[in-house]
């Protein structure tokens, strides 16, 4: 599934927070907080708004505690590079890995030069 790169930094630091707080409860003033600690000055709103996007795209869930919303992931990070990596096998290599392994490693190479 494809994300933009603020549903990326959301994600990650959904999952800084998960090992930080040792729980899974997370809400969007502790991604904002977490965010502009590491230099993402982001509204309030804007992050809510993508992380309402993540929860219709089934990455996040929401879910209320007393008066407060939290969310959390329904993906480890291993799980969502693994359905990165397979997406993008099958859009561009026919789900071929060998030849996605030859043009990451081609690519590689030819960036290194």
């Known amino acids: 599934m494809a994300c933009g790169k603020l549903e ?25 907080d977490y965010l502009s600690a590491n230099g993402i000055e982001r509204a309030y709103t804007t992050i809510k708004t993508v992380m309402d996007r993540l929860v219709a795209k089934s990455i996040l869930v929401r879910y209320k505690v007393g008066k407060k919303f939290f969310y ?12 990165a990596i397979e997406e993008v096998s099958e859009q561009f290599f026919d789900n071929n890995y060998t030849n996605m392994i030859r043009f990451i490693e081609n690519k590689c190479a030819v960036d290194l030069v």
């Open 8 to 32: 990326i930094e959301i994600l990650n630091t959904f999952w800084s927070l998960s090992t930080i707080k040792e729980t899974n409860d997370i809400s969007i003033q502790d991604v904002v």
């Open 72 to 83: 959390s992931t329904t993906m480890t990070k291993d799980e969502m590079a693994h359905d």
